[in-house]
C-alpha cells in the first residue's frame, strides 16, 4: 500500500495515510478516461437544437404561379427551402446525446484518474478543512497557504460552511466523495483530499 502524508492547513506534515494499490496505484490508459470523460460530457449536452421543417412552416400550399411559360424555374408553395421563410433541410431535432459505458469500465476510469494524480504528485491529503463559519477569505487563505490553485476538494460529508466559503473562488470546486466523478479529477490541477474522504472513496469499490 502506498504511504501519503497527511498535512494540515499550514501544509505541515502530521502523519501518513495507507491508500489501497488497488485504487491509486492502477496503471493508466488514456484511452479508458477518454471514454468515460465523452460519456459524461455527452450526458451534458442538452439536445434541445429544433428548426422547422417544410411540413411545419405556416404558409398557403397553393402554387406560386403557373409551371410552364413564364420563364422562371417551376415552383411550388411558399414553404419551400429553396425560398427565404420556407423550411430547413436536414435540421437538428430534440434528440439525446447520451451513451452508456459499462459500470465496470467507468470504476476504472475512476481508479486511473485518481492513480494519475497520485503518480504526477498532485494529490494531497488535509486533516481536517471545517471552518466555524463562512468565510470566502479563510478559505482562499488556507489554499493559498498550501500553495493551491486550480483545485479540485473533496469532502467526506457536506459542510455548508465550506461549501459556501469555496463558491465564490475562481478555479476552485468543493464536492461530496460520492460525487467523485473521473472529467472533475481530470479537469482541476490539484485534487485536495480531506483524510476522512479517503475511507469513504475507498468503500465506493467494495
Request: no cysteine; glycine share 6%; hydrophobic share 40%.
Amino acid at each position: 500500500m502506498a504511504a501519503v502524508e497527511v498535512i494540515d492547513r499550514a501544509g505541515e506534515k502530521v502523519s501518513k495515510i495507507n491508500l489501497s494499490d488497488d485504487i491509486f496505484s492502477m496503471p493508466v490508459k488514456k484511452s479508458v478516461l477518454h471514454d468515460v470523460v465523452r460519456m459524461q460530457l455527452a450526458k451534458r449536452r442538452s439536445g434541445t437544437a429544433k428548426v422547422k421543417g417544410r411540413s411545419e412552416i405556416t404558409g398557403s400550399t397553393k402554387k406560386l404561379y403557373r409551371q410552364k411559360g413564364t420563364g422562371n424555374a417551376r415552383a411550388g408553395d411558399v414553404k419551400s427551402p429553396l425560398r427565404r421563410g420556407g423550411g430547413v433541410i436536414f435540421g437538428p431535432s430534440p434528440r439525446s446525446y447520451s451513451h452508456k459505458v459499462p459500470r465496470k469500465v467507468r470504476l476504472k476510469a475512476l481508479k486511473m484518474a485518481l492513480s494519475s494524480k497520485l503518480e504526477a504528485g498532485e494529490l494531497l491529503i488535509i486533516d481536517d478543512l471545517n471552518l466555524d463559519k463562512i468565510k470566502t477569505k479563510e478559505f482562499a487563505k488556507i489554499l493559498k497557504d498550501l500553495n493551491l490553485k486550480k483545485t479540485l476538494v473533496i469532502f467526506d460529508s457536506e459542510d455548508p460552511s465550506v461549501f459556501l466559503s469555496a463558491r465564490n473562488i475562481p478555479n476552485v470546486k468543493v464536492i461530496k466523495s460520492a460525487g467523485l466523478n473521473v472529467y472533475d479529477i481530470l479537469k482541476y490541477d490539484n485534487l485536495l483530499l480531506v483524510e476522512s474522504a479517503v475511507k469513504s472513496i475507498e468503500g465506493r469499490f467494495l
